[in-house]
């Protein structure tokens, strides 16, 4: 299953916010499941597609004030609402809101909307796993991988439409 669920950041401020969005596939594997003859997209889903907004807002945010390639790693969710079904088809749109980031930690609130309705919002911290340090607790190798994927991100055009100088 493909856990990508960003199709595009839209507009990043660092700092502050950050909007994508993304459109639901028909195709999509947990529909079979999810729930047969009326698919609907989990609200675990929603969260990780938030979630993922967030985490590139946390990415740019930190590596533009303090140059630190940094992993936001999903450590909290907190006062997940889910007001209506989201359905394949469906173009969801996602907002994250920077509220507070530390050197080990940050949180955002997200929320999802589809036609102007919001179907969703939560509260996410992340934990900051530091790609640039030497004591990182990733292996060698995987902390490579993960800083070119940090870099390859942070210099995306289809990742981050606006300008964060």
Request: avoid cysteine; charged fraction near 25%; hydrophobic fraction near 45%.
């Amino acid at each position: 299953m493909r856990f990508e669920l960003l199709e595009s950041v839209d507009h990043l401020d660092v700092g502050r916010q950050a909007r994508g969005h993304t459109t639901i596939s028909a195709d999509t594997e947990y529909f079979r499941g999810h729930f047969p003859g009326y698919p609907v997209v989990p609200g675990v889903m929603l969260i990780e597609a938030m979630a993922q907004l967030g985490g590139r807002l946390v990415q740019v945010t930190v590596r533009t004030n303090t140059g630190r390639a940094v992993l936001p790693m999903l450590a909290k969710v907190d006062r997940a609402v889910f007001r209506r079904p989201v359905r394949p088809g469906e173009r969801l749109d996602l907002v994250a809101n920077l509220k507070a980031v530390s050197d080990a930690a940050a949180r955002i609130n997200g929320e999802a909307v589809v036609d102007g309705r919001r179907v969703a919002s939560v509260e996410i911290m992340y934990a900051l796993i530091d790609l640039t340090d030497d004591a990182t607790a990733v292996a060698d190798v995987d902390a490579r991988a993960l800083r070119e994927w940090s870099d390859r991100i942070y210099r995306s055009p289809t990742h981050v439409a606006a300008s964060h100088e």
